[in-house]
């Protein structure tokens, strides 16, 4: 069965701009949770999607937002980038039948905002 | 607000030594804690889930333990190899509203086995 993936890997982008980070779970997963990783702040939850819904988010600002698809494919978009949201962005899966589900992690996008 | 804590920050240790690796957390209202690594530059590879009825879980060279009435959960990792070198990241899953959960992490104990 093939692990979550993510696209790009890398990402360079300057500083205004907006960007969209893809993940697709694994087969059969329906919740999606997208985490931010950084040195300083180590890994941030940033937001979660289970059926095309979101159901819940951390404390990021209105900026980063996401979106789940039919398919459980998510895509995450941050608008007006900042030198701050240089990071690795994590995208995990769960099947989301049962909250004791353990959840599965992709590569990671590296995004630089210069 | 739930808060995990892991201590040491980092380790170095000769080759095949056992060592543990320590996990804290605030709240006890956790419904599973997960340990990853972390290899530089990479995602996170999962190691052991620990239901919260669970006491501990055990696969291969490592064993981990959990007490979540304290708060605190152990990675054991038998006969160290350098291929164990990585960051190790605990991370516990609890409720957080609209019948959704989130994991919050620590910032992970970095692990260097020498030779």
């Known amino acids: 069965k093939a692990g979550v993936t993510q696209t790009p890997r890398y990402l360079i982008k300057t500083r205004g701009q907006q960007v969209t980070l893809s993940c697709s779970p694994i087969?059969?997963?329906?919740?999606v949770s997208w985490y931010q990783q950084t040195p300083g702040q180590g890994l941030q939850f940033l937001f979660e999607?289970?059926?095309?819904?979101?159901?819940n988010k951390g404390n990021f600002p209105g900026r980063f937002s996401g979106r789940q698809f039919s398919n459980s494919r998510s895509e995450m978009n941050v608008s007006t980038l900042e030198l701050g949201d240089s990071a690795l962005y994590l995208c995990?899966?769960?099947?989301?039948?049962?909250?004791?589900?353990?959840?599965?992690f992709g590569p990671g996008t590296r995004l630089t905002v210069l | 607000k739930q808060e995990v804590t892991q201590i040491p920050a980092a380790l170095s240790v000769p080759e095949g030594e056992n060592l543990v690796l320590n996990c804290s957390f605030t709240?006890?209202?956790?419904?599973?804690l997960q340990w990853f690594r972390q290899d530089p530059g990479k995602g996170l590879t999962s190691l052991l889930l620990?239901?919260?009825?669970?006491r501990e879980q055990t696969s291969g060279r490592l064993n981990a333990s959990l007490d979540k009435s304290s708060g605190r959960s152990t990675l054991y990792i038998a006969a160290s190899q350098p291929g164990d070198s990585a960051t190790y990241l605990c991370?516990?899953?609890?409720?957080?509203?609209?019948?959704?959960?989130?994991?919050?992490f620590g910032k992970g104990t970095k692990l260097s086995v020498i030779p």
């Open positions: 995990a899966s769960s099947p989301r039948d049962s909250i004791y589900n353990e959840q599965f």
């Open positions: 087969s059969g997963h329906r919740s």
């Open positions: 999607y289970f059926s095309e819904t979101q159901r």
């Open positions: 709240d006890s209202a956790i419904y599973n």
């Open positions: 991370a516990v899953n609890g409720h957080s509203g609209a019948g959704s959960y989130q994991l919050t």
């Open positions: 620990i239901q919260s009825s669970q």
